[in-house]
């Protein structure tokens, strides 16, 4: 893995509080010294925090900071720090945001629903977040606790050949230890690995549709998908698509913000005039 890096900060950072936040764009992650904010803490493997005058910083963890007047998730607990740093490039990747600096505030606007998220203002040389809201919930759904698939001490036999076979089902785990091919194994229950919770869900069905059009344009099935890791050479992290349920046929098109909607708006001139198909 990657160092993390923390860019260049000016004196005036020093005597700042532990509860005031700095939008940073060198910080390559959310940063924080202050114990207390966190709201859950998992230990991390040693990964090198690394300041711009090339020193080391040990990272204590990572977890969720939730305040009044902020919400954060994925954030490295480093004890050393001296001040909270806020990373521009993470709050960008999780999720479509736009970050905007003038002269004297900063704000993120959440680009889906057009509405800001954070506001800050400009003390001296650093932008002091006043508010920052990233939505926690849904970071934590695309967030897994590694933490909770390691191996202890602690681990039965059992749970270590069922993670040696790749979470094979208890089931057939009880009739190999039967045929004594892993030698001397005493059965227990594995039920509650978080392996097979994560990978092993399954949704329900969709219930069958019964409704038929019988002509094109009758009905159409639009979706929308993104964003994207990986932008296009056109910048685009998003598409549309629409499905004719008479004649099956799709069309797709490109999107740079998940609310960009002139092509259903198009889409729907083009369809009431027929000239689609």
Same mark, same amino acid.
């Given at each position: 893995?990657?160092?993390?890096?923390?860019?260049? +900060?000016?004196?005036?950072?020093?005597?700042? !509080?532990? @509860?005031?936040?700095? *939008?940073?764009? #060198?910080?390559?992650? /959310?940063? &924080?010294?202050?114990?207390?904010?966190?709201?859950?803490?998992?230990?991390?493997?040693?990964?090198?925090?690394?300041?711009?005058?090339?020193?080391?910083?040990?990272?204590?963890?990572?977890?969720?900071?939730?305040?009044?007047?902020?919400?954060?998730?994925?954030?490295?607990?480093?004890?050393?720090?001296?001040?909270?740093?806020?990373?521009?490039?993470?709050?960008?990747?999780?999720?479509?945001?736009?970050?905007?600096?003038?002269?004297?505030?900063?704000?993120?606007?959440?680009?889906?629903?057009?509405?800001?998220?954070?506001?800050?203002?400009?003390?001296?040389?650093?932008?002091?977040?006043?508010?920052?809201?990233?939505?926690?919930?849904?970071?934590?759904?695309?967030?897994?606790? +590694?933490?909770?698939?390691?191996?202890?001490? !602690?681990? @039965?036999?059992?749970? *270590?050949?069922? #993670?040696?076979?790749? /979470?094979? &089902?208890?089931?057939?785990?009880?009739?190999?230890?039967?045929?004594?091919?892993?030698?001397?194994?005493?059965?227990?229950?594995?039920?509650?690995?978080?392996?097979?919770?994560?990978?092993?869900?399954?949704?329900?069905?969709?219930?069958?549709?019964?409704?038929?059009?019988?002509?094109?344009?009758?009905?159409?099935?639009?979706?929308?998908?993104?964003?994207?890791?990986?932008?296009?050479?056109?910048?685009?992290?998003?598409?549309?698509?629409?499905?004719?349920?008479?004649?099956?046929?799709?069309?797709?098109?490109?999107?740079?913000?998940?609310?960009?909607?002139?092509?259903?708006?198009?889409?729907?001139?083009?369809?009431?005039?027929?000239?689609?198909?």
């Amino acid at each position: 893995m990657s160092a993390s890096s923390i860019g260049q +900060l000016p004196h005036s950072s020093s005597g700042m !509080s532990h @509860s005031e936040w700095v *939008l940073d764009s #060198s910080a390559s992650h /959310h940063m &924080s010294p202050d114990f207390s904010s966190f709201t859950s803490v998992s230990p991390l493997s040693s990964i090198p925090v690394i300041t711009a005058d090339g020193t080391p910083m040990p990272l204590a963890g990572v977890g969720f900071v939730v305040t009044p007047h902020l919400s954060l998730s994925n954030v490295y607990l480093i004890p050393q720090l001296k001040l909270n740093l806020a990373s521009i490039g993470q709050i960008c990747d999780s999720g479509d945001y736009l970050v905007m600096f003038s002269g004297s505030f900063c704000c993120v606007q959440d680009l889906q629903s057009q509405k800001l998220i954070g506001t800050g203002c400009r003390e001296n040389e650093l932008y002091i977040l006043d508010e920052l809201k990233v939505p926690v919930a849904a970071a934590a759904a695309t967030t897994v606790d +590694l933490s909770s698939f390691r191996l202890s001490l !602690s681990s @039965s036999s059992f749970y *270590l050949w069922h #993670s040696r076979l790749g /979470h094979v &089902s208890s089931s057939r785990l009880r009739f190999l230890a039967s045929t004594g091919a892993l030698g001397n194994l005493k059965t227990c229950d594995i039920s509650d690995c978080s392996g097979c919770k994560l990978a092993k869900f399954s949704t329900l069905p969709f219930n069958r549709s019964i409704s038929v059009s019988s002509s094109p344009f009758d009905l159409i099935h639009s979706d929308v998908w993104g964003p994207s890791p990986v932008a296009t050479k056109g910048g685009s992290r998003y598409y549309v698509s629409f499905i004719d349920d008479h004649t099956r046929y799709c069309w797709v098109y490109l999107m740079k913000h998940r609310s960009d909607l002139r092509y259903m708006q198009l889409f729907e001139l083009l369809s009431k005039l027929n000239i689609l198909l």
